[in-house]
């Protein structure tokens, strides 16, 4: 863990830093066993109750593809969702979802493996649908900003160019270390190329089973002047459409290190706990009775 002492009072009593919670979504998603409708809101709601203001709720995708969230139009309450075309698009404002995820990558092979299209192809697909959209609304997803199994690394020139992408559907862009390869000096150029194209920076990242590593771009994050953090409860989750994906980044770690740095969350963490126990019960199931008490 981060020795507390890097970041003084002083600097961080004042900066709020936000905490992007994914657990119902890109934490549940890959489970094989279907999650009950009523437990996915009892996580949700015992979320919002521990004072997280952002919350990734479900994905409006086929569910032949990810069953697990073949129940999203219930499970919806009032956060975010992610939609990958047009139709999930209808079916999340027929909920009256405001608040939209999309996703992309400088990765083609990714691009076709996840959504069947290329870069461009999933660019304009954005923008047909969501020219009235404000962009304020819209978070965009850079998935293995920091390096891909199929494609390597990306010069500065790439991401730069998904930048501008980025910038004709939304204001704030994820960098998504999605195998847990990031650099912190990656961290930091990202930050600056997101800055000069005028985007909010985010993180979101996932590790193979070492969090000391995803929080060390956490800090490097904090010292470039990002703000915005996705994290899943009890660490559940990671991406099912690519091979050694790591773990996400557990809620748990980063409030708790937020909160000892000095950095204003917002988060109770006594009532947090709650929403760990129903992940920890989730990732416990193994049969048909599910305890949510």
Not at 15 to 44: C, H, N, W
Not at 116 to 124: D, G, W
Not at 232 to 256: K, M, Q, R
Not at 260 to 287: C, P, V, Y
Request: charged content about 25%.
């Amino acid at each position: 863990m981060i020795p507390q002492g890097l970041f003084s009072t002083l600097e961080c009593r004042c900066v709020r830093v936000s905490i992007y919670e994914v657990g119902p979504r890109d934490g549940l998603q890959a489970l094989e066993e279907f999650v009950p409708t009523e437990v996915k809101q009892r996580l949700i709601a015992s979320l919002y109750e521990a004072g997280l203001e952002h919350v990734e709720e479900t994905s409006m995708v086929h569910p032949r593809l990810v069953p697990q969230m073949a129940d999203a139009e219930e499970v919806f309450s009032k956060g975010a969702v992610l939609v990958l075309n047009e139709r999930g698009y209808k079916r999340a404002k027929s909920v009256g979802a405001s608040k939209i995820n999309i996703v992309f990558s400088p990765c083609e092979t990714f691009n076709l493996k996840n959504m069947n299209k290329t870069r461009s192809e999933l660019i304009l697909m954005y923008r047909n649908f969501l020219d009235k959209t404000p962009k304020d609304d819209v978070r965009v997803y850079l998935s293995m900003a920091f390096g891909s199994p199929y494609s390597g690394s990306f010069t500065e020139q790439q991401i730069r160019l998904c930048l501008r992408d980025v910038k004709m559907l939304g204001t704030t862009v994820v960098f998504s270390d999605t195998v847990g390869v990031g650099l912190e000096k990656e961290v930091a150029l990202f930050a600056k190329l997101a800055r000069e194209e005028g985007l909010t920076p985010a993180l979101h990242l996932h590790h193979k089973g070492k969090e000391e590593r995803a929080m060390s771009l956490v800090r490097a994050g904090l010292l470039a002047g990002i703000t915005q953090f996705d994290s899943s409860i009890g660490g559940l989750g990671g991406c099912p459409f690519v091979e050694e994906s790591g773990a996400n980044l557990s809620t748990e770690t980063l409030a708790e290190s937020l909160n000892a740095w000095g950095f204003e969350t917002g988060i109770d963490l006594e009532k947090l706990r709650k929403s760990s126990k129903i992940a920890g019960k989730i990732k416990m199931k193994k049969g048909a009775a599910w305890l949510v008490n």
